[in-house]
């Protein structure tokens, strides 16, 4: 990861505004999770871009009370579950700019998979895997102009080992995620998905389409 000056950090990618963040919903204010997200979506707030969540509690709270604290902008994507026991829904303590509402788990997953330009996945449990698996499948079948992912602490590194060394993991799988382990981090690693993009390393991100993903 590049280093930065003490007063130096990194502007806001240009073409870029969205970021979408997912985490642990059973995350308390106390944990180290709830801590990173908030200081996480504060640096993103500050640098200018909006952040994206699922309007629950956990980790989505903690990135909107962040995103809030920067003087930035939420979107949350919700939906209200009748039957399914263990989702959380929306939690009336995540203060929301804008909501789009969902009738389901997975056109929720898929209308935050469209509406974040980058990703960023936080410690979590079960729905937190399906969201980062969704992302990752998704950036490989549209390699070259897919949305990047930043797994954020450094336990992804022990995670992404076992991963190539028990799965058959294509080489360009291993390029379209960065990990970060703090605010700065997480900023120059926007900044560099999107300094590779106009090197021609991918072909040119943009703001998704109905369906998500677009052709350049």
């Not at 490989?140 to 991963?163: A, C, D, E, S, T």
Request: net charge neutral.
């Amino acid at each position: 990861m590049k280093k930065f000056g003490k007063q130096s950090l990194p502007e806001k990618a240009p073409d870029i505004d969205h970021v979408a963040i997912f985490g642990f919903a059973d995350a308390k204010p106390g944990d180290k999770v709830y801590r990173d997200a908030f200081l996480v979506a504060k640096s993103l707030a500050k640098a200018g871009y909006t952040v994206v969540d699922g309007g629950g509690p956990g980790v989505m709270e903690a990135a909107s009370l962040g995103a809030k604290a920067g003087g930035g902008k939420v979107i949350g994507v919700t939906f209200y579950p009748e039957n399914a026991q263990h989702f959380e829904g929306r939690d009336k303590n995540n203060p929301l700019d804008e909501e789009i509402k969902t009738s389901n788990y997975i056109e929720r997953t898929l209308t935050l998979m469209k509406e974040g330009q980058v990703y960023i996945v936080f410690n979590g449990a079960s729905g937190t895997m399906s969201e980062f698996g969704m992302a990752w499948g998704l950036a490989r079948i549209y390699f070259g102009h897919h949305k990047p992912i930043i797994l954020y602490g450094n336990f992804w590194k022990r995670i992404m080992k076992v991963l190539r060394e028990n799965l058959l993991v294509r080489p360009e799988e291993l390029q379209v995620y960065k990990i970060a382990t703090s605010p700065r981090e997480v900023l120059a690693a926007i900044k560099d998905f999107k300094d590779e993009l106009e090197a021609g390393r991918h072909r040119e991100m943009k703001m998704s389409t109905e369906d998500g993903f677009v052709n350049s």
